[in-house]
């Protein structure tokens, strides 16, 4: 044997302990010898859905990035939990929410930062800092809509729609999560991106806190006829991972503006102790020019999933409508009709 040959052997045997790691580990066992994918696990993250323009196809984030963003979050919570000052004016005062949806840009915002979740890290992928959600294609961004098609119109709009219940919101009225936690895609939002993972024979449930939805994927089965909240989940096990193929989307749920014949390809792999590998695939040809895709880790979750009481004790929505009713009482006194009239 040469030289070399001799030293390309000994690289290969210094290389087998490192491949063979890497393939070494094996889930736990739960009913049936499933790979266990059973326990509370989040998805929170800083990483969003779709990468910035500006930062290209570059998939990792560096480490200056890294040490940014999470930078930044740390500040938002500890100036979010610091004491209000007597003399604050809260026109002027910052809210420290972290988030678009606060409500305000003041110190009166509708959630601080004690209050939502976004995930103190960016997202890794087996130790990865990853710049987006989405990895197909390249610049981690959705593909163009059909002929430059734009989304649909969304059901309600926050506080101006006033007719009746279903001109709100699917989120106001308690029916979907005002996310996508339940998905599928399942993806995480300004709080309780929290889910709790428990496995049978015949059904792997997923119990999602936000508005306290089961998903439940069937085992082994095939899709049903009709068009379902969440789609209808059918799932079978790929050796070490759990492939669930989605279908049958109800059509008021237009998520993320596909149609009622989406498809979702997901696929959950326990990668570790503490890590839960999960890939999505999205095609729906009559809505985008191709398909996107993209993965995240689950970690495991600071607590149980608790009970998310939508409305309960809440009396906004009694309220908006109310005031709608008035309104258009006062419109039919005055002779001038109202929002509830024929035709509006």
Avoid at 6 to 13: D, E, G, K, N, T
Avoid at 42 to 50: G, I, K, M, V, Y
Avoid at 108 to 133: I, K, Q
Avoid at 205 to 234: C, F, Q, T
Wanted: overall charge neutral; aromatic content about 8%; hydrophobic content about 35%.
């Amino acid at each position: 044997m040469t030289f070399k040959s001799l030293a390309l052997a000994a690289v290969a045997v210094l290389l087998l302990p490192a491949a063979a790691s890497a393939q070494a580990y094996r889930a736990p066992r739960a009913v049936g010898d499933q790979p266990s994918l059973e326990g509370t696990w989040t998805n929170a993250t800083l990483t969003p859905l779709e990468r910035p323009a500006r930062i290209g196809e570059r998939r990792a984030m560096t480490a200056d990035e890294v040490a940014a963003a999470e930078g930044r979050r740390a500040e938002v919570i500890a100036k979010s939990l610091a004491p209000t000052k007597d003399d604050a004016d809260f026109e002027k005062e910052p809210c420290y929410a972290g988030n678009t949806l606060s409500g305000g840009a003041t110190a009166d915002c509708g959630y601080n930062a004690f209050w939502t979740d976004h995930g103190d890290t960016v997202m890794r992928v087996n130790g990865e800092p990853r710049t987006s959600l989405i990895t197909s294609p390249g610049n981690g961004r959705m593909p163009a809509r059909v002929n430059g098609g734009a989304p649909p119109p969304r059901r309600g709009v926050y506080g101006v729609a006033g007719e009746n219940p279903e001109n709100q919101t699917l989120g106001e009225r308690c029916i979907t999560s005002f996310g996508n936690h339940a998905g599928p895609v399942m993806l995480p939002s300004f709080y309780n991106s929290n889910y709790q993972i428990a496995q049978g024979t015949d059904a792997v449930v997923i119990v999602v806190e936000m508005i306290h939805d089961a998903r439940v994927i069937r085992l082994n089965g095939k899709h049903g006829p009709n068009n379902v909240w969440y789609g209808d989940s059918i799932g079978h096990w790929d050796g070490e991972t759990l492939v669930v193929e989605t279908t049958n989307y109800h059509p008021h749920q237009q998520m993320f503006g596909g149609s009622p014949k989406m498809k979702v390809t997901e696929r959950f792999t326990r990668v570790g102790d503490k890590r839960l590998r999960y890939e999505f695939k999205v095609e729906d040809p009559s809505v985008w020019t191709g398909p996107w895709s993209g993965e995240y880790e689950f970690s495991p979750s600071k607590g149980p999933v608790y009970e998310y009481a939508c409305h309960e004790g809440n009396y906004a929505l009694p309220g908006i409508l109310a005031g709608a009713r008035a309104a258009e009482a006062e419109a039919r006194k005055a002779g001038t009709g109202g929002a509830g009239t024929p035709g509006r």
